[in-house]
């Protein structure tokens, strides 16, 4: 089984500043790996497949990068309703796996 | 509108059994293939079974391969999970997910349905 390794586990930033999270896979997924969102109370919201595209509806200020091992989950400059927890997973084998998660919080 | 609503969770003995249900609809049913991801308690989330849109590929995480059994109804636009020898451990919130296919991401949740596993 593929093990996603995220970090940080917490990430404190403050609206307006540029969030920059990991995801480091314990072997090569390709670029198939996914980023999601989830706020409190809610399900997941899917915003990047594939590494790097964006999924319907979700701002310009989410970018997907990486390849192979190493991803990164970048937003921009922060809003408010960015502050929640990023999960990533990957497609590449069976069973599917997720990271374990980064809460980005308010400082 | 893609709409995902589970039903059926709630609260049950350790080595018991219980049915959830997903209700589809704003999409063709047929044409996708559908998931149940879990998230225990402030935890982190847990693929646990897949079906393709046919039934023909089904696919299980092995920590509830043998007890849970995925399958769908497309003429009632439905998925269920049938869950048995349910353990402490199998408690969470269940998510009723749709994917364009089975090698696929996780398109579009539903709300989730909490299963409580306890004496």
């Known amino acids: 089984e593929i093990v996603l390794t995220q970090s940080p586990a917490t990430l404190s930033l403050s609206p307006g500043e540029r969030a920059t999270l990991s995801c480091r896979a314990s072997?090569?997924?390709?670029?198939?790996l996914a980023w999601y969102q989830q706020k409190a109370g809610q399900a997941p919201r899917l915003l990047i497949y594939?590494?790097?595209n964006r999924a319907t509806g979700i701002p310009a200020r989410f970018s997907g990068s990486g390849s192979g091992t190493d991803f990164t989950l970048t937003i921009s400059s922060l809003e408010p309703e960015d502050f929640a927890v990023y999960f990533c997973?990957?497609?590449?084998?069976?069973?599917?796996?997720f990271g374990r998660g980064t809460k980005l919080e308010i400082k | 509108e893609v709409q995902l609503v589970e039903s059926g969770g709630g609260l049950v003995k350790p080595g018991g059994s219980l049915r959830l249900s997903c209700a589809a609809s704003?999409?063709?049913?047929?044409?996708?293939?559908m998931n149940w991801v879990r998230q225990a308690p402030g935890k982190g989330l847990e693929w646990v079974s897949s079906?393709?849109?046919?039934?023909?590929?089904?696919y299980y995480a092995d920590s509830v391969k043998g007890r849970f059994t995925i399958s769908r109804e497309n003429a009632k636009n439905s998925l269920f999970l049938q869950m048995k020898f349910l353990r402490a451990e199998d408690t969470a919130v269940y998510y009723c997910?749709?994917?364009?296919?089975?090698?696929?991401?996780?398109?579009?949740w539903g709300q989730g349905t909490l299963v409580t596993v306890s004496s």
């Open positions: 594939d590494a790097s």
């Open positions: 079906i393709s849109a046919t039934s023909y590929y089904i």
């Open positions: 997973q990957q497609r590449s084998t069976w069973p599917r796996t």
């Open positions: 997910v749709q994917s364009r296919s089975l090698e696929y991401y996780f398109d579009y």
């Open positions: 072997q090569s997924v390709s670029n198939y």
């Open positions: 704003g999409f063709t049913f047929s044409d996708y293939s």
